[in-house]
């Protein structure tokens, strides 16, 4: 089991920058591929990021590449999502989330694949 805390969402003008945590606890949390996803209001729920076990891998959805940087500290179990350049588009209540199954090498998208599921923060983006 791996229960999940985010923070860092906010209220932000665009262009400007915020960092969101998600601290894990619960028992290997190395053990897991992690995500983030967010769903905007009447929107359904999509992909942003994934990394892996070790930080090794990473994937992005287009429109937040070169933007958004997913990071994790498995010393502090807690895994990161920068975001700079933040657009109004991006507002959205953003998730972090854990694969249903530890050790997996591949990176998912689909959101079906995480078992684990924070409790979300919003981020809004003001033009």
């Known amino acids: 089991q791996v229960q999940l805390v985010e923070s860092g969402g906010g209220l932000v003008q665009a262009g400007g920058s915020l960092r969101l945590s998600c601290a894990a606890s619960?028992?290997?949390?190395?053990?897991?591929?992690m995500g983030w996803f967010r769903q905007a209001p009447g929107k359904e729920r999509e992909f942003v990021a994934a990394i892996s076990r070790n930080g090794g891998s990473t994937d992005y959805t287009d429109s937040v590449k070169g933007r958004f940087t997913i990071s994790r500290d498995n010393l502090k179990n807690t895994v990161y999502l920068q975001m700079n350049s933040l657009e109004p588009e991006d507002t959205a209540v953003y998730y972090c989330?854990?694969?249903?199954?530890?050790?997996?090498?591949?990176?998912?998208?689909?959101?079906?694949?995480?078992?684990?599921w924070g409790q979300g923060t919003q981020v809004t983006v003001s033009s």
């Open positions: 619960g028992r290997s949390f190395s053990s897991y591929a």
């Open positions: 989330a854990a694969d249903s199954r530890p050790w997996r090498s591949r990176l998912y998208s689909t959101d079906h694949v995480y078992a684990y």
